[in-house]
């Protein structure tokens, strides 16, 4: 590569508003604006047009799937969004559209080799003991909803409502 001018004047200071939301979010959300900023040159954010975030969408489409072009997007939008709320002039982020991308899901293991789990902690824990029940919950939940190992482990208690035999995963 060459030598680039970048011109997002705010793109720091939207980075350090994101990473008050989390600290992955600084790395990915700037590597993205970064290679926006390297699209569209050597102009502000007042100078970006709808023909520059199209050409960006191309670019990423190119290079990208549509679950990732449509973060990518979602981005660009809300860098414009954080923008228009610090009163600074750029381009109005509702004309920025970010198509709604199917991710590609996998089967993380077969219906076979999920029974073959539930038999396994069936024949080895005692089914009086709370760890017994604890794994069959896990084990059930993973292989039935499609939820992840991490959104599983931040239920707590005040997510679950026994109730409706439902809980909010975030």
């Known amino acids: 590569g060459g030598s680039y001018t970048f011109m997002l004047k705010y793109k720091e200071s939207y980075l350090c508003h994101k990473q008050t939301y989390t600290s992955g979010a600084f790395n990915r959300y700037g590597l993205l604006l970064d290679k926006f900023?390297?699209?569209i040159g050597e102009k502000e954010e007042r100078e970006v047009t709808e023909q520059d975030v199209f050409q960006f969408k191309i670019w990423l489409q190119v290079r990208y799937s549509d679950k990732s072009i449509e973060y990518a997007l979602t981005i660009l939008?809300?860098?414009f969004y954080y923008l228009r709320l610090k009163e600074i002039p750029c381009i109005n982020p509702d004309l920025i559209r970010a198509p709604k991308g199917r991710a590609n899901s996998h089967q993380a293991v077969s219906p076979e080799d999920y029974q073959k789990i539930l038999a396994f902690i069936d024949k080895t824990m005692p089914k009086n003991e709370l760890r017994y029940l604890q794994m069959q919950?896990?084990?059930?939940?993973?292989?039935?909803?499609?939820v992840r190992v991490s959104e599983l482990i931040?239920?707590?208690l005040d997510n679950i409502n026994l109730s409706k035999s439902g809980a909010f995963i975030e």
């Open 37 to 39: 900023e390297r699209l």
């Open 77 to 79: 939008k809300n860098y």
């Open 137 to 146: 919950l896990i084990i059930r939940i993973l292989g039935e909803t499609g």
């Open 154 to 156: 931040s239920i707590s």
